[in-house]
Every structure is written in structure tokens, then in C-alpha cells.
């Protein structure tokens, strides 16, 4: 009998527009599911949305692919379902993100409960230098609470990168007896269906002009307005391209401003939100994916534009490297926007011969990552743990 994975997302599937942490889940569920039971308790409503998925069953698990799903308005059950559903028969409970407040109402129930169930979590990314920046003062003080009080205590944690590993032990360091259960860290990459795009023909290229994307939620996280930035420094004729939901208005505004200043030579169409099943297909259209994330602890959308036989601009901030050397793109530190620019002023200049040798590298590189099986085995070996702490508890 498959042991049983008890899932907490605050959104996921059909939903796609919080971006990398649902495709993360869901990658999970499909090369794993035949290794574990998996159960997912999450938003029926799409990041930003008022309306529900539309035909979505609410309040009882449903199969979706091969998880099952529990679907509430809120995210979660109402506190006393909530602590029925705990009290149930888990191998291991699976949270995504550290700040959620799912993911501190879970840990607060199970602590009401004295529930010994282990506890894996995984903070996508959010203990990266540049996403702590971000409301800093109450991340402070919401860390030294829990630290102080020991929500945490017991909690394994999964990083994608002995990197993220490094950024969240600065917090958490491993208590004495780590090696014997909780409180454990598991370095597993982020797994990834193939997106597919390696039949997608080539956009054209001509020296002097270059096709741009940003795809991505537009909040101050993922740095929008540093993209425009650079891009109105650089050189040449470029379209601009900007896909993705509008989540933080008052800094999309701030992005506007920067628009309105912007050269002629640099045209700006903001698309909107995009679905995951067209999204490697969109950036196929394009010679460039720009992205000067301030921290990302994969990044599936570099993935897919690579896929997609973009060449790729990216900060330094997330684990993708060596693209240069590789020869399909450049992972820059956001403090030498100079460095940026002169990227994009060689990307402008490269005629249509070029490009495909880039775009080339880059659908090699994004199918040498798919065929890699270490990740899989990582994972599966990470829950295989969490299992076992299950079972010595027991």
C-alpha cells in the first residue's frame, strides 16, 4: 500500500497564475504518484481571482491526474475540519512556503494536536537574500517570533539547491540530533514535465532588432521595472513583450512611469496572463527571455523558454549557471545593470545564423536538465525518508 502524502498549496491546479511553486506540486505528484498516494488541499479560486474554477467539486477529494485534490474557498477547511483532517492517517505532511499563513495554521493545529506526523517543508525561494528585502521589518519579526517560540522545531525542510539549503540554515540551523529525524534538511531539485517546444520553428532575426519576453507574476519579487530599465538603455530596435498576472498594481503604476519615459525604440505591449499549456509555444515567438528576478529557487519559466529556443537574460539569483559558457544566455548580478545592457546590445546585433546557434544550445540545454533522472531520484528518496521518520514514530 502506497504511504500517504498530505499536501498543503495555496494554489494549484487548473490554476496557473502563481506561477512556479503549482507546476513544482504538480511535477511531484506525476513522477512520484506511482511511489506515493498524494493529497492536495488547496484554493478552488485561482491566484487574484473572485470567481471558482469553473465545474470544481468543493469540500471533497477529487482526482486530479495522479493526485487527488480537496478544493476549499479559502485554501483551507474551517478550523475544526482542519484539525479532522490532520487527525487522519499521514505519512508525512508537505508544505509550500514559509510565510503562507496556511502553512502557520497548519503548524499551529498540529501543535494543538500533539500530532507526530513529520512535517516537510519547502520554502520556494522565500529565504533568498532579495525576497527577504521585500517587507523585510515584518519577515524580521515573524522569524524571531517562531524561532523564539519553536513552531519550527520539528520541521524538515526541502531545499532545491545546497544554496537555498544555506540561505534557510542562516535561520534554522540543524539542531544536534538532525540525522536521527526531524529537523533534517533534504537537497532535492525542483522536478519538471517536459514542456515540450523543440519543434517550435525559429522567429526571424535580423541584425539590429530583437523580440523580447518577460513572463512572470508583476510584483516587485520578480523586478519588472529593472527589465525596463536596462532595456531602455540598450541599443537597437526592441519589442518588449510583458506576460503575466498584475498582482502588485501600485508597482505595476511604478512600471508604467518607467514606460512612458521609455525611447521609441523600445515598444511595450503588457500581454496579460498566459496559460501553462501555451506558454512554451508564446515564448517561441521570441529571440530573448529577460528576467532580473531578485531570487528564485528554480525558476520553471527559464526552463521553458529554454525549451522554447530563447536566449536567456537572467540575474544571478536563482540556481541556473554557466549560461554564458554554454553559449545560450547570462546570469548577471543585478548590481551591474551595465553588464545587462551590454547582454542585451550583443543579442540585438546577432543576425539570423547566430541566433539558431543559440537557440540551439539552449533547447539542448533544456532537454540534457528533463532527461537528468537525479532529481527524481532525490525526490523520491526524500519522501522515502519522510516515510521512514513516519514509521520509527510509530
Request: glycine share 8%; proline share 6%; aromatic share 12%.
Amino acid at each position: 500500500m502506497k504511504r500517504r502524502i498530505l499536501v498543503f498549496s495555496d494554489y494549484y491546479l487548473p490554476g496557473y497564475k502563481a506561477g512556479g511553486p503549482i507546476k513544482s506540486i504538480a511535477s511531484i505528484v506525476e513522477m512520484l504518484g506511482d511511489d506515493f498516494s498524494f493529497y492536495v488541499v488547496t484554493s478552488a479560486k485561482d491566484l487574484g481571482e473572485l470567481q471558482r474554477y469553473e465545474g470544481i467539486k468543493l469540500g471533497e477529494w477529487v482526482k486530479v491526474g495522479k493526485g487527488h485534490v480537496f478544493y476549499t474557498d479559502s485554501g483551507l477547511p474551517p478550523w475544526n475540519d482542519l484539525m479532522k483532517l490532520l487527525s487522519g492517517n499521514w505519512s508525512c505532511v508537505y508544505l509550500n512556503s514559509f510565510f503562507s499563513s496556511h502553512t502557520i495554521k497548519v503548524l499551529l493545529a498540529l501543535g494543538m494536536l500533539r500530532n507526530k506526523t513529520p512535517v516537510l517543508l519547502a520554502p520556494r525561494g522565500e529565504f533568498s537574500p532579495g525576497a527577504l528585502n521585500l517587507k523585510r521589518r515584518k519577515k524580521q519579526c515573524y522569524l524571531a517570533v517562531a524561532r523564539l517560540m519553536g513552531y519550527y522545531d520539528r520541521v524538515c525542510w526541502h531545499a532545491s539547491t545546497p544554496r537555498e539549503q544555506s540561505e534557510i540554515s542562516a535561520y534554522f540551523p540543524l539542531p544536534p540530533d538532525s540525522r536521527r529525524g526531524p529537523g533534517r534538511f533534504f537537497v532535492a531539485g525542483n522536478l519538471s514535465t517536459n514542456p515540450g517546444g523543440g519543434a517550435n520553428p525559429l522567429p526571424e532575426k535580423q541584425s539590429g532588432q530583437l523580440r523580447v519576453a518577460f513572463l512572470s507574476r508583476v510584483a516587485r519579487k520578480k523586478n519588472l521595472h529593472y527589465a525596463l530599465k536596462v532595456l531602455s538603455e540598450a541599443s537597437g530596435s526592441i519589442a518588449f513583450d510583458i506576460w503575466g498576472p498584475l498582482e502588485d498594481q501600485a508597482y505595476w503604476h511604478e512600471c508604467q512611469a518607467i514606460i512612458e519615459t521609455a525611447p521609441t525604440t523600445l515598444q511595450v505591449i503588457q500581454k496579460g496572463p498566459i496559460e501553462s499549456k501555451d506558454v512554451v509555444t508564446m515564448l517561441g515567438k521570441y529571440h530573448l527571455f529577460l528576467f532580473p528576478t531578485l531570487g528564485e529557487n528554480f525558476g520553471h519559466v527559464i526552463l521553458e523558454a529554454m525549451a522554447a529556443g530563447c536566449a536567456i537574460l537572467i540575474s544571478d539569483a536563482t540556481p541556473w549557471r554557466g549560461l554564458q559558457e554554454k553559449g545560450y544566455g547570462w546570469e548577471i548580478p543585478l548590481s551591474r545593470p551595465e553588464s545587462f545592457v551590454a547582454a542585451l546590445n550583443e543579442a540585438v546585433s546577432w543576425d539570423a545564423a547566430r541566433f539558431a546557434e543559440v537557440s540551439a544550445a539552449a533547447r539542448t540545454a533544456a532537454a540534457a536538465y528533463l532527461e537528468h533522472a537525479g532529481n527524481v531520484d532525490a525526490n523520491r528518496s526524500m519522501f522515502a525518508a519522510m516515510v521512514n521518520f513516519s514509521s520509527n514514530a510509530a
